[in-house]
C-alpha cells in the first residue's frame, strides 16, 4: 500500500510539472487578453473608377493619379480568449495614400471631368474594421491552429479635385469624391509555432469573396510574423503582409469599383495577460 502511495505521488508529480511546462513554454499561448499595436510600410498598386448615370465606369490606375506607391500604415487589434479552445478578435486597419498629377488624358470620376492639362489631387483610404470568433482544431505544447470567421468591413473614400478657373483672377474648385463601405464575410485560418520559451513563429491566412444584387467584393490577405517575448507581458516582433482589395459597386447606385493590393513588412508590439 505505501510502495502504490508513492508511485501514485511521483506520477501526480510528474503530470503537474508537465503540465506546468506545457502551459508556461511560451506564455501567449495561455493568455486571456491580448492587445496589438503595429505600424506596416506598405507598397501599393491598383485602380479605381466611378461613373455616374448607370454608365460604366473606366479603370484609372493609381499610379496615373500621382498616388504614391509606399506609405506608412497602423493597425490596433484586441484578442479575447476565455478558455483554451475559443478566441474572439477584433480590430482596425489603416491605409492612406494621395498624391497630385497633370493629367496626360481626359477621365471621368463619378461623373466630373478631369480634362487634359488639369492638375488633379487624389486622396485615398482605405480602412478595414474586423470582427471575428475562431476556435482551436489543434493544439500541442508548442503549436496552435484557429480556424475561424467573422465580417471585415471596408470604408472607402476616393476624393479627386482640381481648380477650375472660371474668370481672369477667379477660380473654383471641382470635386468629386466617393465614398463605399462594405461588410464582407471572412474566413480565416491562424497558426502559431513556439520555437523557444521567448521565440515564436506565427501566420493568418484570411480570404472569401462575395457577390449580393449588382454588387460583389473580394478580400484576400496573408499575413507572417515572428516575436521575441521580452518580459513576460510584452513582445516585439517583425512581419510581412500581402493584402489583396476588389470591390464593384453596381451600376444602379453609381458604378464604383476599387481594385487594390498592398504588401509590405510590418513592426508590432504586443501586451498580454
Known sequence: MKYWTHAMGILS????????????????MGV?????????????????????????????????????????????DYSYRPNENWRFSAGAYTFH??????????????????????????????????????????????AEIFIGGGFHVLDVTIDLSRDKSIGENTSSRSRSIEDLTAPLPNLRMQAFYALSPK?????????????????????HYVRARTSYRLTERFDIGLGYQYIDVDFTRGRSRGDLGLDAQFRGPSLTTTYSF
Do not use: C
Open 13 to 28: 508529480l510528474a503530470f503537474a510539472i508537465t503540465q506546468a511546462q506545457a502551459q508556461s513554454y511560451h506564455p501567449q
Open 32 to 76: 486571456t487578453h491580448t492587445f496589438t499595436l503595429g505600424s506596416f510600410y506598405q507598397d501599393a498598386d491598383g485602380s479605381v473608377r466611378s461613373a455616374a448615370n448607370g454608365q460604366p465606369g473606366k479603370a484609372i490606375d493609381l499610379g496615373d493619379l500621382g498616388v504614391t506607391d509606399d506609405y506608412s500604415s497602423w493597425l490596433l
Open 97 to 142: 495614400g494621395d498624391g497630385t498629377r497633370t493629367m496626360s488624358s481626359d477621365i471621368d470620376f463619378g461623373g466630373v471631368e478631369f480634362p487634359v492639362g488639369s492638375r488633379v489631387d487624389t486622396d485615398l483610404e482605405v480602412n478595414t474594421y474586423m470582427a471575428d470568433a475562431m476556435y482551436r482544431v489543434y493544439g500541442s505544447e508548442r
Open 199 to 219: 521565440w515564436a513563429v506565427s501566420g493568418t491566412v484570411g480570404w472569401l469573396s462575395l457577390e449580393y444584387g449588382d454588387s460583389e467584393g473580394a478580400f
